[in-house]
């Protein structure tokens, strides 16, 4: 049986010999935005973009990148700048402190642009208008399983944050005795944490929910589309082309839900800050 934790890393790295799952083109429709949390994030936008530093956004996000790199650096989140082609090498640390700078900058929040969600992913890539998806990995979310295991430091600031902030999330106390999936969430530099960064959660732009596919660990699940907020429902699994692959531990952490090259979901990535060049980050218009 191929090691779980080589293939996390040959889809990190883009592996060629792996197999690659296809995805059709289906008519183009819209949806309107659907309040969740707070939130008014559309299910499927119009387009997105992935960050680049001479892209139409050019301007948008070198500014971004600069005031993010003020607050985080030295941290595991800093982004190398540049002038041109996409931004390279991202990760969920990274992730989380563009949205925090964003969240605290009121001409970059104005822009209206925010890193696109697992259902979004999804969404664009079930319509053929995710650009170029089988070209590099992303980030998309982060799963809180338990306390126990990888990434305690996270794992553990992660559970606090969410039970000070239960209200804003909509969230009962039994909710917070479950897996969680974690949208949105943000940063702040903190040299405690493993990354240098400890995760937070802002109200109105992160939101969390348990998803009972989080309790199917120990196998994985074939899946066509994720369209139950951003994952397969369990009644959709056993079909399709593409994989959901799951963790087996019994203590298992906080982790990273990730598109790979070849359109399957990871949603066992233990590490925060991968290091393979292939991450990229999509950008969409939000409501927020």
């Not at 209206?112 to 079930?126: A, N, R, S, V």
Request: overall charge neutral; aromatic content about 8%; charged content about 25%.
């Amino acid at each position: 049986m191929p090691n779980p934790r080589l293939i996390e890393l040959a889809e990190r790295q883009k592996n060629m010999n792996l197999p690659k799952e296809k995805t059709g083109r289906t008519k183009q429709r819209t949806q309107s935005p659907v309040a969740f949390q707070n939130t008014t994030f559309p299910d499927l936008p119009n387009e997105s973009f992935i960050m680049s530093y001479d892209g139409p956004h050019k301007d948008y996000f070198q500014e971004l990148i600069a005031k993010s790199n003020e607050r985080f650096k030295g941290t595991r989140a800093e982004i190398p700048t540049g002038k041109k082609g996409e931004v390279q090498n991202m990760y969920a640390v990274k992730r989380m402190a563009l949205i925090s700078t964003i969240y605290n900058n009121q001409n970059l929040r104005d822009y209206g642009l925010l890193p696109i969600t697992p259902m979004q992913d999804e969404c664009l890539l079930k319509e053929g208008k995710l650009p170029h998806p089988k070209n590099y990995w992303e980030d998309l979310a982060l799963l809180l399983y338990d306390t126990n295991g990888e990434n305690q430091k996270e794992a553990l600031a992660l559970k606090e944050e969410i039970a000070r902030h239960t209200s804003e999330l909509g969230l009962s106390q039994s909710d917070l005795e479950s897996r969680l999936v974690i949208v949105g969430a943000g940063a702040e530099p903190n040299k405690n944490m493993n990354y240098g960064v400890k995760p937070i959660i802002i109200p109105g732009i992160t939101f969390v929910y348990p998803h009972e596919i989080l309790n199917k660990t120990g196998e994985n699940h074939n899946f066509e589309y994720g369209l139950d907020r951003g994952l397969p429902a369990i009644n959709e699994t056993g079909k399709g082309k593409r994989t959901l692959y799951m963790p087996s531990e019994s203590d298992i952490g906080l982790r990273v839900l990730f598109r790979g090259w070849g359109l399957g979901l990871f949603a066992r990535d233990l590490d925060l800050a991968g290091s393979s060049g292939g991450g990229r980050v999509n950008f969409a218009l939000q409501n927020v």
